[in-house]
């Protein structure tokens, strides 16, 4: 980890804990550098990055927490371009923060500040259009050297999204490929699963919220262990509730860490759209991967592919993809751990797929067929294969057990290689 | 002079008979009631003596005291208005002892002396300790039910007196208009479509297993639900004057044909109280809707509307056919066995898992989920993710099955349910279920996968049973149970639903 360029380093630890007068935490402040005015400025409620780049044209972070700190009400919304509502809060609220106690909250919390214009800022950031003026880190920053992919989708994802998703994390990530990703339910989700099972490059977090403030509630474990084994990053402070806003601008942070982003399965205005633009506009390489064309999950993903992204139509693609847009060789251990030159394409449950050729029982081939490599209900299926409900239930049971099917919900889907099912053989 | 007079009063559906004993004496006019009576009761006054006069009687000049005993008995309603009535004339003389006795007298009286039927007559009937009993004419069919009674009516309390005293014959049974179409209107064969629901009404009329539906409006929740009475075996005589008791009793509307034969459907809306629903009342000890479901269907839609609390009170019925209330006026008893067919939607806006698109956030959906709670879901052996029928189906679907068919196959189920020595199958305990309801080798790797799985607890493994003990019933079958009929069960009661987050948005028509 490499350590907060702070002059000196030691000052902030000299803080005392509790500055026991106005002139102490000024001077803590000082101590803590622009950082900890950075840090003071982006807890003000309703500050996004836009606000806070416009305050910085305008003063030096420490001037512009002074000018709020004293009340310059009309001056500072003038310079944020922001209602005097708005304004008023952020002076109420500065009154009565310390910024070097925010500051000292952040290092005791273990996260790291990184400014921007300083060494500690990432590299891939330099010279972005909309660069974030600081980031909040959590673990390793030196794996956004390694290749990178952004892999992001909905959360209201397939079996088959959830699926590819977590194939093409683990796929990435044991070719020493940094997986980035947004940490939320469904795509996101899965895609930092699979790095995390195949044991090589460690994932990156981008979250919305503060890294303190675990959202969604449902990843909560799947955000712990990103913390420990892999990186998070966060353009707001601690404490930062997950307000709406905040996952677009999050959005083209994953987009700019990237070297390729690839969109998984995505609605028709989903946000994973928002991050593939951002991506375009920073000439990263985007992908999709393609869906069915009446499955909503894909209608998104599939549009990008209409207008020009690439087509990830095997987990190798995405190998390929990385290395058409690579900047830099994988560390030599990295390459260690991928296994020779083998993608890999586990399954991630560990019972395999296997071929419906396999499959001896002429109904239970039957019902494969029916499926017509789409996601079908039990109704859906009955309707089709005109069985008997009972039986049709036994051999989904026996097909899921096996491994030939999944269920999500109400969902059947067929699970294993691209061979086209015979239905019964003759 | 006294004089004593049978009648009965209500203590929530059951009678309990009163006799009154009226003395009159010398003194300043006065007209008391004692014996607990309530408001209702202690009105029967200034209906009695109008009664009276306007039949053509002399009021007593003097003090009359009327006595309902037992005396530690709450009374309530109008129904002793007649039996007041005749007792006062005994004591004026106008009748004499020997002319009233071995009658009971069951009717609210008008001003005019018109008698008028009361709630709950069945009941009140049935207690009466003698053996004639005279009602008002609308009461007849239903006081008919009451057993090995005599029973006559009369138009007014004039006529009354004249039957009683022998100078005219009490009036001839009255012709009961045609007994109501007793066939379902409701049929089966008007759904397209919808083969899971069709099945899972089935199991549900023959196990008496709680049926939960889940589906975006439109879909045919309560198209199904409402045929489901339909597919129900008519009820047993026994069965059918507990029914009637009921709704007698509780003022649920009886048929002029008087016996309810037909199990009953109940659809209360959500807005329903406690009271409402469960029975009660502060001084008035009612049925509620779940004892007017006895013996047939109750039906909530949306559930998810109901309050909280309401639906809570439904656990205890739902474990034991019975509902206790109690009041600080007493506890009673209400019947209460029903097939519960609870409906609802998956989500607040309706389209989750369907093919519309959701509207509606992750949280608000966990929110609408919570609603119901767990101990309450568990209930429902069956729980059904109900789905719009295609433009296919509606338009070119063969009409399914008629509701008689099925009939055949629930009644034929029943029968095996009552050689093991209950109604239906969902009435089996554990250990019952255990010896009826041996599982195959192949169901039983597939109840231990599913246990393995975290799938299925081991009571939702005795519910799989049970219904899959049902499913083999219908299809004629006896235990063991094969796998097939382990793997429907499963699938009814392990279908994700309400709310299950996944494919919220990917449905593939």
Known sequence: MSPEPLSPPGAAAAVPERPASESASAAAADAGGEVAYLAALSSLAGMGPARLERLLARWAPKEAWRALASGRLAEAAAAARVGEKVARRWISDAARADPAEIYLRHTRAGVTLRRRGTAAYPERLIGDPEPPAVLFSQGPVELLERPTVTIVGTRRCTRYGADVAFDLGKAAAANGVTVISGLAIGIDAAAHAGALAADGAPPVGVVGSGLDRIYPRENAVLWKIVAQRGLLLAEAPLGAPPERWRFPARNRIMAALSDACVVVESHEDGGAIGTATEAAQRDRTVAAVPGPIRSPASAGSNRLIAEGAGVLCDVED???????????????????????????DDAPVDDAPVDDATVDDATARAILGAFDWMPATMEMLAARTGLELGELAWHLEGLSASGHLARRGLWYERRGGATAPTGSRG | ?????????????????????????????????????????????????????????????????????????????????????????????????????????????????????????????????????????????????????????????????????????????????????????????????????????????????????????????????????????????????????????????????????????????????????????????????????????????????????????????????????????????????????????????????????????????????????????????????????????????????????????????????????????????????EREAPLSLEAAALAERAVASGELSARGLQRIRCVGLTIADLGGRRPPLRGADVALALQLRNNPVPLDRSYAGSHVA
């Open chain 1, 318 to 344: 995405l190998l390929v993809l990385l290395d058409i847009s690579r900047t830099k060789l994988p560390s030599p251990t990295a390459a260690a751990e991928a296994d020779g030159d083998a993608p890999v």
């Open chain 2, 1 to 433: 002079m006294t004089a004593r007079i049978s009648s009965a009063v209500l203590q929530g559906v059951i009678g309990q008979a009163v006799s009154v004993e009226v003395h009159s004496s010398k003194g300043l006019p006065a007209f008391a009631i004692v014996g607990l009576p309530d408001a209702s009761c202690r009105e029967s006054r200034d209906r009695v003596r109008a009664a009276v006069l306007s039949s053509g009687f002399k009021w007593p000049d003097g003090r009359v005291t009327v006595n309902l005993a037992p005396g530690g008995l709450r009374k309530e309603g109008a129904g002793l208005d007649l039996a007041i009535a005749v007792a006062v004339l005994v004591a004026e003389e106008v009748l004499t002892k020997a002319q009233t006795d071995g009658f009971a007298f069951v009717a609210e009286l008008g001003l005019d002396g018109s008698l008028r039927r009361v709630p709950g007559t069945l009941s009140l009937v049935e207690a009466v300790q003698v053996p004639r009993v005279v009602v008002a004419e609308d009461a007849y069919a239903e006081a008919t039910l009451g057993g090995d009674l005599e029973v006559q009516w009369a138009p007014n309390l004039a006529e009354l007196v004249r039957c009683l005293k022998g100078e005219a014959d009490f009036g001839l049974p009255p012709t009961a208009p045609p007994a109501a179409d007793a066939d379902v209107a409701e049929d089966l064969r008007d759904v397209r479509g919808q083969p899971f629901g069709r099945r899972a009404l089935e199991i549900a009329a023959a196990g008496g297993h709680h049926l939960l539906m889940v589906g975006p409006p439109g879909a045919g929740k309560t198209m199904l639900a409402r045929r489901l009475p339909g597919l129900l075996p008519p009820l047993d005589t026994e069965a059918a004057r507990v029914v009637t008791r009921i709704y007698s009793a509780g003022d649920f509307g009886v048929p002029t044909s008087a016996l309810i034969t037909r199990p009953p459907f109940r659809a209360p809306h959500h807005s329903a109280t406690m009271v409402a629903l469960v029975g009660g009342g502060s001084r008035t000890l009612r049925p509620g809707e779940i004892s007017a479901a006895h013996g047939g269907v109750l039906f909530l839609d949306e559930l998810g509307e109901f309050s909280p609390v309401v639906l809570d009170a439904l656990r205890q019925p739902l474990e034991e056919g019975v509902i206790r209330v109690s009041r600080a006026a007493g506890s009673i008893s209400f019947p209460a066995e029903f097939v519960l067919v609870g409906s609802m939607n998956p989500c607040p806006c309706g389209n989750a898992g369907g093919p519309g698109h959701c509207r509606c956030s992750d949280a608000a959906r966990v929110r609408y989920a919570r609603r119901l709670s767990g101990p309450l879901l568990d209930r429902f052996d069956m729980r059904l993710f109900v789905q719009r029928p295609s433009a296919d189906e509606l338009f070119r679907g063969a009409p399914g099955e008629s509701s008689a068919a099925v009939r055949k196959r629930v009644l034929a189920a029943r029968r095996r349910a009552a050689r093991r020595g209950v109604r239906y199958n969902s009435m089996l305990g554990s250990r019952a279920l």
